[in-house]
């Protein structure tokens, strides 16, 4: 099956900016989450087209590569775009080096084979208290990191590389075919640029080593679902003594069991008893910060009836401002009545009226008007 296109999957313009690419994904992310759709196969297709059109879009140099080459750009040995077999970052790096030259990809080699190290992503699921308080989260990440025993050469301590006498240390070679040149990663090298012919023993000559990091996430208060904290220089680490890449924290919040969030404001169903809902009183209710507050139900509330608790909702990021709490009443049938109870009951129906049902009777007397309407025996053929 062919992907869409990804400014189709947005439903912008290809010369959108990228505040209407972040507002085009906030808005149809938050119509299409799993858990707005639970069950729901076709929004979380849905959702997850989103995020792959916007991580495309909203990355400049990607986007440049998609809007001249199309998907194409982002296929494994896709037909006709990349080198059959190539890798992602291979083929993302050329590309990048005809748009920018050598300082364009996420991948950035030099002559001689020094390279940055790769973007890393790391999920972390928080909670809404987290969102609401902020916090500061400890992590660990597993990356490559430069060796510090050959701080990133590759060789043994006290040698040093040698330059690879294939390509002169610049790490690709160029054939001529006809009137084309052709230009490839050195297969003596590697693209390096230079041989090792003592390795470091701690990395094998990788100039890498694997190792567990602790790590530090400053969450800050108002964040939403989705949002992305970068930690620069916290990536995997460069070749050769090149700049490390970096961590991109993704932040998703489990669902609450209480409140619901859409935007800075906050949701809350709470049951009443019918009684409650007829006589009126008030209710306590929690807000997210653990405070109680008492809410005043009037006399004669109906279900899904709202109530605004004004700044009691979610701060907004790197704001002063906070968002408000809604609560919703539900009005409650009651259930597994004594006699007594449907005794009552059966006396307050006998002595009911249409001032005391006052929706009900409106709407029996339309339903009636709509009968008279086809005279009382139907609708006429």
């Known amino acids: 099956m062919s992907k869409r296109d990804y400014y189709e999957v947005l439903g ?6 990228e505040a209407a ?52 750009a982002f296929e494994n040995g896709g037909g006709g775009g990349g080198p059959q077999g190539a890798e992602f970052g291979d083929f993302m790096s050329d590309i990048f080096d005809q748009f920018f030259g050598q300082g364009g990809g996420g991948r950035q080699r030099t002559q001689g084979g020094r390279e940055r190290g790769a973007d890393m992503r790391y999920n972390l699921e928080i909670t809404l208290e987290d969102t609401f308080k902020g916090k500061t989260a400890s992590i660990r990440v597993p990356t490559a990191v430069t060796c510090e025993t050959c701080t990133g050469t590759g ?27 052709i230009e490839r990663t050195c297969p003596t090298c590697n693209g390096r640029g230079d041989v090792i012919d003592d390795p470091c023993k701690a990395c094998n000559g990788a100039g890498r080593v694997m190792k ?64 409650k809902a007829a006589l009126g ?63 009552l009951l059966a006396e307050f129906e006998r002595e009911s009226s249409g001032e005391t049902h006052p929706e009900s009777a409106g709407f029996f007397d339309r339903m009636k008007g709509f009968f008279d309407g086809f005279g009382g025996a139907g609708p006429k053929t």
């Open 12 to 17: 912008v313009p290809k010369d959108a900016d």
């Open 21 to 72: 690419l972040k507002s085009a994904f906030r808005k149809q992310a938050m119509q299409h989450h799993p858990d707005k759709n639970p069950g729901n196969k076709e929004a979380e297709v849905k959702f997850k087209e989103l995020n792959e059109a916007y991580q495309v879009l909203s990355d400049p140099n990607k986007r440049a590569a998609y809007n001249q080459y199309g998907h194409r």
């Open 155 to 181: 060789a043994k301590p006290g040698s040093k590389p040698k330059q690879c006498g294939t390509c002169g240390g610049y790490g690709r070679v160029r054939a001529s075919q006809g009137f084309f040149s």
């Open 212 to 275: 567990d990091r602790n790590l530090s996430v400053n969450v800050p208060a108002g964040v939403e679902d989705g949002t992305r904290i970068r930690l620069a220089g916290e990536g995997e680490g460069g070749t050769k003594g090149g700049p490390s890449g970096d961590l991109y924290i993704f932040l998703s919040v489990k669902p609450h069991h209480i409140f619901q969030r859409e935007g800075s404001d906050l949701f809350c169903r709470v049951p009443i008893s019918m009684t």
């Open 281 to 343: 009183g008030e209710v306590e209710v929690v807000t997210l910060d653990g405070a109680k507050t008492m809410v005043k139900i009037p006399e004669g509330t109906q279900t899904a009836k709202q109530f605004r608790l004004r700044r009691k909702g979610m701060p907004v990021l790197r704001s002063s401002d906070v968002g408000d709490l809604y609560i919703q009443v539900q009005v409650e049938t009651p259930m597994n009545l004594t006699r007594r109870q449907r005794e």
